[in-house]
């Protein structure tokens, strides 16, 4: 009689476990290293008006989404690729390659979870004197920008897991990281005005729906008081940011759907492991 | 001695520091035998089901053979049977099926003790692995290309098999398509079952230990083997079961001295032997490693040999690719010859047989030791260094099959 052997379940509780266990040994707490360093260079040079005023606001939360994309790329850019080979091994053994993928979200959510709370602490502690105040958020607005940050890193950590799982080498992933860069930063829209394909696109990106539910949550509909505030507004960007709870929940719903697709297609290119040559 | 007959062969492991001698013996088994490390007081006893009302009241444990064999331990023992790495429960009857691996160990804070281990036969044909590769074949840049071709051959459990061949002559080829990783157009059989067809129930029984070793630098030893046990033994095994597979594996293969440090850590040897035994604490019985000795010296080579050779006296087979065979010849039960005809560029069999009859297929011995390596100068084409004899060998090996 065939005996029965670990659940999908299961599975995914012994690499959860190990990717717990080697969080130490592999120095992983060195990403909380490097995302305080970002976020504190970041507060050096975002002034007094973060929250207040409409320019400063939007070149702040600008900035605070790149440090959360950067952040949530290097997670785990190589998490993947450079044990491919033991992978394929265990996957012929009995790995299922969904429990792996699974264990690896549980513990790359909760490092983006604590990375997260080094980023918000430290650019609220910076901004302390102008947290926007409640207006139609879905918490605290504090909450609010804690989450989407979080959805951000997340979204980011999950982009780069399926480079991992498609390349064969660090090396290559890291060759293709600053690609995926390059593209959440200039499509994001909030550098450049965006038409046809280059919209299209970025509504495909992390980046524009994380300002966006920033900049609703930190109301800078209501901030654009200074003339240069007056001729720099986007209409666009501005009827993106309503502020109201509606609007950061779907925000907050389209950020989840693409870390989600992003751990489906993962599973899917990590299945091709089995035709990797020798 | 008449091998339709029960056996138990008895397999001691003498542990010294870190050497161990290994000592193994067949006996068959008659109605009256009995066995024990004592005579008077039998703390591990085989025996028949006519004695098993006069050996019961003992302490200790005992089996009976009872058409199928069952095990029965008394409750109050404090050195429970080991069956496959499970410890037995004491006061519980289970049923053993053929060429389970049974094994009482000492304690474990002796720095010198010995492994016992019971392997019973019931004297039933045993299993085998039996090849039939018609063809192994790639797609390269638009183009069919050959790999291996007619490659057939049986090999009986507890052997232990050498290939050898040159580079190129579809070694890995041929151990990937008979572990059905990379099928090939043919049948790989092994106890009944098609391994190709069967791949998804019978990956369980194939451990496969390739040239590098497949760990994670940064986890531990006993870390290691103890995702390795969750991972491969049944469902049904307690936190107990996996606890004494682990203590049992190291100790099997040297490692419990080990067991907390790091595996980037140890050395090339030891690495060796935790790939093995992460293969092992699944409890395979088709063993194939793929070079486990290169770039160890002659002694971790040895006693690397010497484990693998404990492991098919457990009735498991294993089969080796090694380039460096003459340090350890007389471990090897038979060897395979894959030489690559200069003709179509194909892999083919050019010998398989016993380790003796294979030099003297050859003409190759050294002082009258097995020169294995000198095999593969002969196959080897005469741009790699060797002789060139490849297809003249493949074609005589094909005459001796036919005849």
Redesign the interface.
């Known amino acids: 009689m065939?005996?029965?052997?670990?659940?999908g379940i299961?599975?995914i509780k012994?690499y959860a476990a190990?990717c717990f266990?080697?969080f130490m040994?592999?120095r992983q707490w060195k990403n909380f290293v490097s995302a305080f360093i970002i976020i504190f260079l970041i507060c050096l040079v975002t002034g007094d008006d973060m929250f207040r005023e409409y320019t400063a606001t939007k070149k702040g939360a600008f900035a605070v989404i790149c440090a959360c994309i950067w952040v949530g790329l290097f997670n785990s850019i190589q998490s993947v690729c450079h044990?491919r080979?033991?992978i394929k091994?265990?996957h012929?053994?009995?790995?299922r390659i969904s429990s792996y993928i699974c264990a690896h979200v549980i513990y790359e959510f909760a490092l983006c979870a604590l990375e997260t709370l080094i980023l918000f602490t430290a650019f609220m502690l910076r901004n302390l004197q102008n947290i926007p105040k409640p207006n139609g958020s879905i918490g605290t607005p504090a909450f609010d920008i804690y989450v989407t940050m979080l959805l951000v890193v997340f979204g980011s950590d999950m982009l780069a897991l399926i480079i991992s799982c498609t390349v064969k080498k660090e090396s290559t992933a890291m060759t293709v990281m600053p690609f995926v860069l390059i593209i959440q930063l200039i499509m994001s829209g909030m550098l450049f005005d965006l038409e046809g394909v280059t919209e299209v696109i970025s509504r495909f990106t992390l980046s524009r729906w994380g300002l966006n539910a920033i900049m609703t949550v930190a109301n800078t509909n209501d901030n654009v008081r200074s003339g240069y505030d007056i001729a720099v507004r986007d209409d666009a960007i501005a009827a993106a940011c309503e502020p109201n709870a509606t609007n950061v929940l779907h925000k907050w719903m389209i950020l989840a759907g693409f870390a989600l697709l992003y751990i489906v297609i993962s599973i899917i290119m990590l299945r091709r492991v089995d035709k990797d040559k020798? | 001695m008449n091998e339709n007959r029960p056996s138990i062969t008895v397999i001691c492991g003498f542990h010294s520091g870190s050497s161990t001698d290994w000592w193994q013996k067949k006996f068959p088994l008659s109605e009256k035998d009995t066995m024990g490390r004592e005579n008077d007081s039998i703390e591990t006893s085989i025996v028949t089901p006519r004695q098993i009302s006069t050996v019961a009241p003992v302490q200790g444990m005992f089996i009976t053979k009872d058409g199928k064999t069952s095990y029965h331990a008394a409750p109050d023992t404090v050195n429970p049977l080991y069956r496959n790495n499970i410890p037995l429960l004491p006061g519980k009857g289970y049923l053993l099926e053929d060429r389970d691996m049974l094994v009482l160990y000492g304690d474990d804070s002796q720095q010198e003790y010995a492994d016992v281990f019971f392997v019973y036969s019931s004297g039933q044909s045993a299993g085998e692995l039996s090849v039939d590769i018609r063809e192994r074949s790639v797609m390269a840049g638009g183009r069919k290309k050959t790999l291996l071709k007619n490659i057939r051959m049986d090999i009986p459990q507890g052997h232990m098999v050498l290939i050898l061949g040159g580079s190129g002559a579809g070694k890995?080829t041929f151990m990937n398509a008979v572990m059905g990783?990379e099928p090939a157009d043919g049948k790989i059989v092994y106890n009944g079952r098609d391994i190709y067809r069967d791949f998804d129930?019978m990956?369980?029984e194939?451990g496969?230990v390739?040239q590098?070793d497949?760990?994670?630098m940064?986890?531990t030893v006993y870390?290691t083997l103890m995702?390795a046990a969750?991972?491969?033994?049944?469902?049904?095994c307690t936190k107990d079961d996996y606890k004494s597979a682990v203590e049992q594996t190291m100790r099997m293969l040297g490692l419990k001295r080990e067991q907390f440090n790091?595996v980037g850590k140890l050395s090339g040897g030891q690495r060796k032997r935790l790939s093995i035994a992460v293969e092992y604490i699944?409890n395979p019985s088709l063993f194939f490693l793929d070079e486990p000795d290169s770039g160890l010296d002659s002694g971790m080579a040895m006693e690397l040999m010497n484990n693998l050779r404990a492991i098919a006296d457990q009735g498991k087979i294993v089969i080796v690719i090694s380039h460096s065979p003459n340090r350890v010849a007389e471990m090897f039960d038979e060897v395979i010859v894959l030489a690559k005809s200069e003709e179509d560029n194909c892999g083919y069999l050019a010998f398989h047989g016993n380790t003796a009859d294979a030099c003297s297929f050859f003409g190759v011995t050294v002082k009258e030791n097995a020169d294995l390596e000198g095999i593969v100068s002969r196959i080897n084409m005469k741009e790699e260094g060797g002789e060139g004899k490849g297809d003249y060998y493949i074609r005589r090996f094909a005459e001796r099959t036919d005849r």
């Open positions: 065939k005996e029965k052997r670990i659940s299961g599975q012994v190990k266990r080697l040994a592999d044990e080979a033991i091994r265990e012929r053994t009995g790995l020798r | 890995t990783y129930d990956k369980y194939i496969y390739p590098q497949l760990l994670r940064s986890d870390n995702d969750l991972m491969r033994l049944p469902k049904s790091r699944g």
